[in-house]
């Protein structure tokens, strides 16, 4: 059964960082991508990245200017997320999905709060 | 970026009638659509992709369609379990793919 456990609860100030973990399992990492997707209270799904943990490739939405980065470690079929200066309006609940075009997969989702 | 309009924001349906969601995008995105479920505390789930496919395991009640700009998702004969919000996505200009900002379908 393919299933993708995410990282705990996160609380940040603005300015800081936050990575949130995706770890794979039931099936091969590599073998289809995982795009990170974000949903802030009461709004609709927001796509930010996707990566390929086959080859590294990555893609990235431009609405976050430069302050996302994906990674992956195959070694523990793991897909990380990286927010960088962190604003009041990133606090949201983060899902890995499985796929690169629609996602019948995701993750259980890690909520980031980000609050002075 | 395409944008995604949902409507209505909320339609209120009797148990066993029918209801049907509409999804506009501001361009056309071919068939190249999805469909999600979302319950309280959930992540999406996918009901539809490619228009009008359902995915794997999703009731036959569910049904898709529309192609460009204009899409429907139609749900025959409501269940209880159906209450939730409902969310399009176009992955035909990627990235990024876009969302709707959803239909809430509530028991009227």
Redesign the interface.
Known sequence: QVQLLQSGPEMKKPGASVKVSCKASGYTITSFGITWVRQAPGQGPEWMAWISPYNGNTNYSQNFQGRVTVTTDTSTSTVFLELRNLRSDDTAIYYCAGGIRYFEVWGTGSTVTVSS | ?IVMTQSPATLSVSPGERATLSCRASQSVSR?L?W?QQKPGQ????LI?GAFTR??GVPARFSGGGSGTEFTLTIGSLQSEDFAIY?C?Q?NN?????????TKLEIK
């Open positions: 970026e190249n999805a999600y992540a999406p789930r996918l992709y995915a794997p969310y996505q992955y990627w990235p990024p793919s876009t969302f709707g900002q959803g």
